[in-house]
């Protein structure tokens, strides 16, 4: 038995945790859980061994995933706990001429080989608003690749902050290099 709490900022959050694993039968000994009001979870493990947690948070920012490998002992009850992480990356994306463009698509993809990119899948996407500006919440640490996708113009939009290439964007005063999240 597995038991724990999901916080964020120390309040409980709802949320829902996947457990896959170990080895050839994954799916077979996979199990789910869902927090309580209070961000509590209690889970039945198959059997130890090397799990992979696939914790999913629904809140008022949007959905937010976060993987972590998970040993499960052999003994009869074990304490995890997971602080969803406060990483952001926010832009704006410009025309050519340095106008917002509205609308645009940034799609947020994890690097592979990216700290803590066990799940290569995952992706997000978010439309700019008026003024061509867009955030991502919640992100784990490690490299984030951020293409957009839209027309202004006739020219492909690119992101607005110094020294971006085409096509990419860069985070906010909180983060320390371009797409990277720590």
Do not use: C
């Amino acid at each position: 038995v597995v038991e724990g709490r999901v916080t964020f900022a120390g309040a409980g959050q709802s949320a829902l945790l996947q457990f896959v694993g170990p080895g050839e039968r994954a799916l077979e000994l996979q199990r789910i859980a869902r927090t309580d009001e209070d961000g509590r979870y209690r889970v039945a493990l198959a059997e130890p061994g090397a799990y992979l947690v696939q914790l999913t948070a629904m809140d008022e920012p949007g959905t937010h995933v976060v993987e972590r490998l998970y040993e499960a002992p052999r003994a009869a009850a074990d304490q995890l706990d997971f602080a969803l992480p406060s990483g952001a990356i926010r832009g704006r994306v410009v025309d050519a001429l340095g106008a917002p463009v509205p609308g645009a698509s940034v799609r947020l993809r994890r690097e592979v080989g990216g700290a803590r990119s066990l799940l290569t899948s995952f992706s997000d996407a978010k439309s700019t608003d008026a003024d061509g500006a867009f955030a991502f919440e919640r992100l784990d640490d490690g490299g984030w690749s951020l293409p957009v996708y839209a027309q202004a113009g006739g020219d492909k939009a690119r992101a607005s902050e110094p020294g971006a290439e085409p096509n990419t964007a860069e985070q906010g005063d909180d983060a320390k290099t371009a797409a990277s999240v720590s």
